[in-house]
């Protein structure tokens, strides 16, 4: 029998390939990939030639049959679906999940993620427009029987040894980019991509196409503050703030920013138009904290929010609602507020921040869409349809730190 390629080495290749398509559809996002290059060779970090390559991708998938779907070419590549998270109190319609590996070896070899979005239909108000939406998207049939073949043949093999032998792999990951690939042409008219767009521009970005295409992928800056500064230089309209904990010494959980969505031509059913989705985002990862600092951190941002409403300028409210948590790390471990290894190291977070990531959704969303919170998710309907138990992440990073991977 032919040998099986291993997931994480599929995972790696998928990456590539994802980030070669995403370059050539959006040429402003490889743009993207050399400024954060320039950055990191600045800041030191040219001794790792994959630095700056992708930690992690977005598609926004319709009904739990597409989720289920995804979810099983992910296993197939390594990835679990990990965290819960509900967007609907930052007003977009969607819970999402992240298919990421797992273990210290899979997050070596290819740390690359997506960060998986499931429409919330039922939160459209006007019952009409509902209707055609889900009728829509129940009419629409992601992957190909090839595909399905392949996951099949790959699962299968799972129960002895997991993966596809180098030619079905390849073919997988063909598959794979057809099935996250861009549509020039929608499958509606402009009209009703008008009315969808008027309800949420998430609806009308999800139910419009023939697939869920990449809407952005995600390198990573060894210093997000030099390159959020940089990219207006580069004709890229930086979004206004970079999401998550503010510049430290040790930095701590994820901090991200992007470039705005590009209003794109397409072809509707019967005209021609636009549609804004598409962006280029960059992060940078610091300590995983324990659910301690966790709660810590989610009470500095509700103190932020509360400064900021009070006209506090913002680095000053900044200081002001992050000084409960140490910015040195013996004072992290001592206070149980992160992860460390036995080496003192400390363990790398590999998740989502569900405040930043509705940051990101809203600002690359444009003015139409409103952030009124929005009746909430459930956790155990998405695991429903994602078809796999959602992991805790917390558990994950317990394992890493005690060395149990
Ligand atoms: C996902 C936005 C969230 C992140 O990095 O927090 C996200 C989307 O726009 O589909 O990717
Ligand atoms: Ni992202």
Redesign the pocket.
Known sequence: MAPLVDPDLLRGAFSEALSAMYRSEVPLYGTLLELVADINRAAGGEADRRLGSER?G???VGTASELALVARLFAVMGMRPVGYYDLAGAGVPVHSTAFRPIDAKGLATSPFRV?T?LLRLELIADPGLRDEAAEILAARTLGTPRLEALLAQAEAGAEAEGGLPAAQAEALIEEALGLFRWHETATVPASLHARLRAAHPLVADVVCFRGPHI??L?PRTLDIDAAQAAMAARGMKPKAQIEGPPRRAVPILLR?TSFQALSERVSFADAPGTHTARFG?I?QRGAALTPRGRSLYDQALATLQAELADGRPRAEAETIAFRAIPDDAAALAEQGLAFFRGDGAPVLYED??PV??AG??RS?LGPDADSRTMAPGSRAALEAAVGMPLLDEMALYEAEATGAF
């Open positions: 992690h977005a598609i926004r960060f979005s809407n952005h995600t991200q985002e992060e989502f921040l930043s990531a990101i959704f690359n």
